[in-house]
């Protein structure tokens, strides 16, 4: 989120004609809307986010659909850049133009990815989306103080900036997915089946239309994943096909002599699933390899093999079963 200085000193890049193509054609969108409006009211801080979500959007949005490129954007300069400066010097002194954008309603845009390759978008709160081809996104030009919620059709994965005091919801056709700051895809297909995959954080899943008051819905966490079906109103969870490190460092998976509980922790540490042991004999198992550069389901087999076990996936939860050591 841009903070007053930093708002400032793009004011004063725009003065000495350092600021960037675009940059340029902020300021001066700002501008026009400013121009026409100009209560002389001070602004405050929580009117000040306000109107900088907004901005930004209206800049980002502009930029996706434009095909084309920022550079060849022909700035204000040649007619009005005087009057554009004088206004900036103004604005740099006193911000009470910009109240026009905190009392103008929420605007609502609807982008969609008609292209074959994914399409990249910034949400007004720095959030990022990653939007698959043929999917709708729908969210305001500022989200609510309280809430902030965006429609889907489609597939798309999401980076969501932390805000606990401020919950972001993803809803599609049937579901209402409830994050706080996380990352996570969502797919949908044409079988009325939707699939939630968490990368990082926690997710609670739940139908966005309840039936006879019927409190239905999941918790997810990372690497985990639940496929919601429409028709039978009944969620399935599961590990996702290819889980990933959670942990910003992993450890070295270099081990010898190593007791199966130690490699069983760093396991589970590193991708934050569960496994389990079927006895406790297995317990007494120790494991000499090393299983870096492998990805979970890899470092499970060669763990299983080491210590004539196998392992079953039941929901989310790993199953170690063997006879163990002596």
């Not at 930093?6 to 000495?16: E, I, M, P, T, V």
């Not at 554009?84 to 604005?91: E, F, G, N, R, T």
């Not at 130690?262 to 120790?286: G, K």
Request: with cysteine.
């Amino acid at each position: 989120m841009m903070n007053k200085q930093a708002f400032n000193q793009l004011l004063q890049r725009y003065l000495n004609g350092t600021c960037t193509p675009q940059e340029r054609l902020m300021v001066e969108q700002w501008f026009e809307a400013w121009k026409e409006d100009r209560p002389q009211s001070a602004v405050s801080d929580e009117e000040w986010q306000h109107i900088t979500d907004r901005m930004w959007s209206r800049i980002m949005l502009q930029t996706e659909q434009s095909n084309t490129p920022a550079a060849t954007v022909k700035p204000l300069y040649s007619r009005m850049w005087w009057r554009i400066a004088a206004s900036v010097a103004l604005l740099i002194v006193c911000f009470s133009g910009w109240y026009y954008f905190n009392r103008t309603p929420a605007e609502q845009f609807r982008i969609a990815n008609t292209d074959s390759k994914p399409k990249q978008l910034l949400l007004p709160d720095g959030s990022k989306v990653i939007l698959y081809s043929g999917a709708r996104l729908q969210f305001p030009d500022v989200f609510a103080d309280t809430i902030r919620e965006v429609l889907l059709e489609g597939d798309a994965f999401f980076d969501i900036t932390h805000r606990p005091v401020q919950p972001f919801y993803v809803k599609t056709s049937d579901l209402a997915i409830k994050v706080l700051g996380t990352s996570f895809f969502v797919r949908q297909t044409a079988e009325a089946k939707t699939e939630v995959a968490v990368r990082t954080g926690r997710v609670a899943v739940s139908e966005r239309y309840s039936v006879n008051d019927k409190n239905n819905g999941v918790l997810l966490t990372p690497n985990q994943k639940v496929v919601y079906y429409a028709e039978q109103q009944h969620f399935v969870t599961a590990l996702v096909e290819k889980p990933v490190p959670v942990t910003a460092k992993p450890p070295a998976f270099n081990y010898e002599e190593t007791p199966l509980a130690d490699v069983i922790n760093d396991l589970q540490t590193t991708y934050q699933v569960q496994i389990t042991l079927e006895n406790n004999r297995l317990a007494n198992c120790n494991l000499t390899g090393n299983l870096n550069q492998m990805d979970m389901y890899a470092q499970l087999d060669a763990v299983a093999q080491a210590i004539g076990a196998s392992y079953q996936i039941k929901g989310t939860t790993i199953l170690i079963v063997g006879a163990g050591c002596d």
